[in-house]
T-cell receptor, first 114, second 114 residues
Framework: DVKVTQSSRYLVKRTGEKVFLECVQD?????MFWYRQDPGLGLRLIYFSYDVKMKEKGDIPEGYSVSREKKERFSLILESASTNQTSMYLC?????????????FGPGTRLTVT | AQSVSQHNHHVILSEAASLELGCNYS??????LFWYVQYPGQHLQLLLKYFSGDPLVKGIKGFEAEFIKSKFSFNLRKPSVQWSDTAEYFCAVNLAGNTGKLIFGQGTTLQVKP
């Protein structure tokens, strides 16, 4: 089974702190994604990466950056956390397989910024 | 911009009732279609998917969905729901050739009363 793990299930940070969210997948998938999930808004794509050191902005990249130094690991960075970044953050990965991009999700990190 | 719309935000049913959740997307080209489910406290998991072929697809736990290209729809159905189907359901669309990004609907919360 595909396994996507995220470093923390719950995280509480103060406004202005730098926050790192880590995601690791064990299936050698090319693509990795970071989403935030908010009630009534569904999942919104923050960033995705289609290869090591490659990244592309999603729909809501402002206030976030990412890093992918190894194929299995994709990090989301909040440079200076703000209260409006309180949310559930989901990581996902997918293979590139004949154009069929089924995504596999991690358990999520619920981040609270106070 | 392409979008995915789920018409029902909150659905309440009694056990054994039939379920249909609507999903429409706005894109005229080739698409891959997905329904994901998120049970309380669990991670997002794939319920079913459509890539090509028979427009009626069957997924796990007795769910099925029908792709109607002329209506840009991919509605989810189950003939008889159970209390354990209480969850949030997300429709997602991948635009063929679009590097694996998914566009998600806002989600539908299903509450099944025993």
């Amino acid at each position: 089974d595909v396994k996507v793990t995220q470093s923390s299930r719950y995280l509480v940070k103060r406004t202005g702190e730098k926050v790192f969210l880590e995601c690791v997948q064990d299936m050698d998938h090319e693509n990795m994604f970071w989403y935030r999930q908010d009630p009534g808004l569904g999942l919104r794509l923050i960033y995705f990466s289609y290869d090591v050191k490659m990244k592309e902005k999603g729909d809501i990249p402002e206030g976030y950056s990412v890093s992918r130094e190894k194929k299995e690991r994709f990090s989301l960075i909040l440079e200076s956390a703000s209260t409006n970044q309180t949310s559930m953050y989901l990581c996902a990965s997918s293979p590139i397989r004949q154009g069929r991009y089924e995504q596999y999700f991690g358990p999520g990190t619920r981040l609270t910024v106070t | 911009a392409q979008s995915v719309s789920q018409h029902n935000h909150h659905v309440i049913l009694s056990e054994a009732a039939s379920l249909e959740l609507g999903c429409n997307y706005s894109y005229g080209g080739t698409v891959n279609l997905f329904w994901y489910v998120q049970y309380p406290g669990q991670h997002l998991q794939l319920l079913l998917k459509y890539f090509s072929g028979d427009p009626l697809v069957k997924g796990i736990k007795g769910f099925e969905a029908e792709f109607i290209k002329s209506k840009f729809s991919f509605n989810l159905r189950k003939p008889s729901v159970q209390w354990s189907d209480t969850a949030e359901y997300f429709c997602a669309v991948n635009l063929a050739g679009n590097t694996g990004k998914l566009i998600f609907g806002q989600g539908t919360t299903l509450q099944v009363k025993p």
